[in-house]
């Protein structure tokens, strides 16, 4: 009886311990974000390409910087054929029906970047597809429909952790949206 009674009190005890544990725990986690961010494939376009030994890699002096601000705004490309889109060599601006869309700053810039951003105005962004969750459409190739699936917590983390990240002053220019129905 008496192991018994030593058994249920270890096990409530434990129970116990394990609810305090996940209460306390934060429930956004930048880890998780880091993780999210690097699934989601984030820095394939908001981190510039560079020349390297091999061929074209991610500039991490730049990483999730966006649109490089020294290319500047870029002109339409010509598509010709069965092209529907264009990219650019940094693998940051894009052109297609839409009109040309940069890849934004995703770092903590509070001039260039999500720095004057809240955390309410990230989840809604991406739940809505609207650029600061109030202004212009985002455009492609922001895949935006897809990461909107994500739950609360986990775009909450993501933006977490892009404000844990070095903050990288870069201008990015903004989208030039097509005239109605203007394809390119």
């Not at 609810?19 to 880890?31: D, H, I, K, M, T």
């Not at 560079?50 to 730049?62: F, Q, V």
């Not at 020294?70 to 940051?92: D, E, F, H, I, V």
């Not at 940069?102 to 991406?126: C, H, Q, S």
């Amino acid at each position: 009886m008496k192991k018994r009674l030593i058994v249920i009190t270890l096990i409530t005890l434990a129970a116990a311990a394990a609810v305090a544990w996940s209460s306390a725990r934060p429930r956004v986690e930048p880890e998780r974000g880091r993780y999210l961010v690097a699934v989601f494939g984030c820095g394939d376009c908001h981190t510039p390409l560079k020349l390297g030994k091999n061929g074209p890699e991610p500039d991490l002096t730049r990483f999730l910087s966006g649109h490089p601000e020294q290319m500047g705004a870029l002109p339409a490309a010509k598509l010709p054929g069965p092209w529907m889109w264009a990219g650019a060599a940094t693998n940051t601006a894009f052109t297609g029906p839409w009109g040309i869309s940069y890849a934004a700053n995703l770092t903590p810039d509070r001039n260039t970047g999500l720095g004057i951003w809240t955390e309410e105005m990230f989840v809604k962004a991406i739940r809505s597809g609207r650029h600061m969750g109030t202004s212009r459409e985002i455009l492609p190739p922001m895949p935006w429909p897809a990461i909107r699936n994500a739950s609360d917590e986990d775009l909450k983390s993501m933006f977490a952790y892009l404000r844990s990240i070095a903050p990288v002053a870069n201008h990015v220019p903004d989208a030039q949206v097509a005239a109605e129905g203007g394809a390119r």
